[in-house]
Nanobody, 122 residues
C-alpha cells in the first residue's frame, strides 16, 4: 500500500502549513492513521494519530494545541494542520497507516508514505 504525503515546505517561525496524505480508497476505511517526524540527526518520533473512525486523536506533548490531525473519508486523505510552527518542528514528516486501533508506536504501523520536508526558520 502506497501512501502519498505532500504539503511540506519552508516557513518562518509562527507560520502554518498543512500536510496531506492520500491513501488508496480500498484501504482507507478501517485504517488508523498517524504522523511521525524525523528531525535532522535525530530518531523518528510520534506526532499525532487518529482512529479509523475519526472519533479520537492523540498528540505528542510538543505539538498539542498547535497541530490538528483530521481525515476526509470521501477523499481518503488524512491531514496535519500545523500552526504556530517553531524551528524545532523542522523535520521530515511521514504519514503511516495501520489496521485497527491507533498507536503511538511507529513499529505498529504497516504502511508508510515517502516523507515530506518541513523547514521552519527563526
Amino acid at each position: 500500500v502506497q501512501l502519498q504525503a505532500s504539503g511540506g515546505g519552508s516557513v518562518e517561525a509562527g507560520g502554518s502549513l498543512r500536510l496531506s496524505c492520500k491513501a488508496p480508497a480500498r484501504t482507507f476505511a478501517r485504517t488508523s492513521m498517524g504522523w511521525f517526524r524525523q528531525p535532522p540527526g535525530k530518531e523518528r518520533e510520534f506526532v499525532a494519530t487518529i482512529t479509523w473512525a475519526g472519533e479520537m486523536a492523540r498528540y505528542a506533548d510538543s505539538v498539542k494545541g498547535r497541530f490538528t490531525i483530521s481525515r476526509d473519508e470521501p477523499k481518503h486523505t488524512v491531514y496535519l494542520q500545523m500552526n504556530s510552527l517553531r524551528p524545532e518542528d523542522t523535520a521530515v514528516y511521514y504519514c503511516a497507516g495501520k489496521g485497527g486501533s491507533s498507536s503511538l508506536r511507529g513499529d505498529d504501523y504497516d504502511y508508510w508514505g515517502q516523507g515530506t520536508l518541513v523547514t521552519v526558520s527563526s
